[in-house]
């Protein structure tokens, strides 16, 4: 029991220093790096420009529902498995495609 109240201690603490930091970088500043080299097309692009990501576990393309969503994902969120060529562009096949 002590190790449950402990690692939830953990991931509270971890979970208010994210939020306190508050730092989510936009889709344009990382989509920005490929404007020179390739064209990136977003497909299915939601339009929630509001809408705020959070680390949840998640860590597939098939699991994402956006390319703004899975480079949240792959930036700010541990053991993602969507960048295979580790070119820092994830879901290739599914939302952000290069041409």
């Known amino acids: 029991m002590k190790k449950i ?3 939830l201690f953990l991931l509270a603490g971890w ?3 994210y939020l306190y930091k508050g730092h ?4 344009a500043t990382t989509l920005s790096a490929y404007e020179d080299n390739d064209e ?11 809408e705020e990501y959070v680390c949840d576990g998640r860590q597939y393309c098939s699991q994402m529902t956006s390319c703004s969503e899975a480079i949240f994902f792959i930036q700010n ?4 498995k969507m960048d295979g060529d580790g ?4 879901c290739e096949r599914q939302w952000c495609r290069h041409h």
């Open 15 to 17: 979970y208010g220093n």
């Open 5 to 7: 109240v402990l690692i």
């Open 77 to 80: 969120c541990p053991n993602t």
């Open 87 to 90: 070119d820092g562009v994830p």
């Open 40 to 50: 990136i097309e977003v497909v299915q692009e939601n339009d929630d420009s509001e």
């Open 24 to 27: 989510t970088p936009s889709i």
